[in-house]
């Protein structure tokens, strides 16, 4: 079990950066793989950026070149961990409410994941 708290939302105009943070806390922290996810009003949720427990990244093709997804450095036994995405150039369809999420694999079970999710961070893109 592992519980999600993201920082770093606000307001920015048109063109400006922001970034948001997530605190993973809970047990094996460090066996997770870590996202972002927005959803903007009327529209369905939405993948955003992903690194995995090697540090892999891979992002949504319209965030590519502008947004940045890292992490802390974690141990392997760490109660807690920090992971980032910087937004650079951002624009008014970036308005959305941000989500952090944190998964696993369930031993034995490849194909499912233990998946966990922060309650959400507004960011505000006005032009």
């Known amino acids: 079990q592992v519980n999600l708290v993201e920082s770093g939302g606000g307001s920015v105009q048109s063109g400006g950066s922001m970034r948001l943070a997530c605190v993973c806390s809970g047990s094996y922290v460090s066996y997770h793989d870590f996202s972002w996810y927005r959803q903007a009003p009327g529209k369905k949720r939405e993948f955003v950026a992903r690194?995995?427990?090697?540090?892999?990244?891979?992002?949504?093709?319209?965030v590519k070149e502008r947004f940045t997804i890292s992490k802390d450095a974690i141990s392997r036994d760490a109660p807690a961990a920090t992971f980032y995405l910087q937004m650079d150039n951002l624009n008014s369809g970036d308005t959305a409410v941000y989500l952090c999420?944190?998964?696993?694999?369930?031993?034995?079970?490849?194909?499912?994941?233990?998946?966990?999710w922060g309650r959400g961070t507004q960011v505000t893109v006005s032009s």
């Open positions: 690194i995995s427990t090697s540090g892999q990244t891979n992002y949504a093709e319209f």
């Open positions: 999420h944190a998964s696993r694999p369930i031993p034995g079970y490849p194909e499912e994941s233990y998946d966990y």
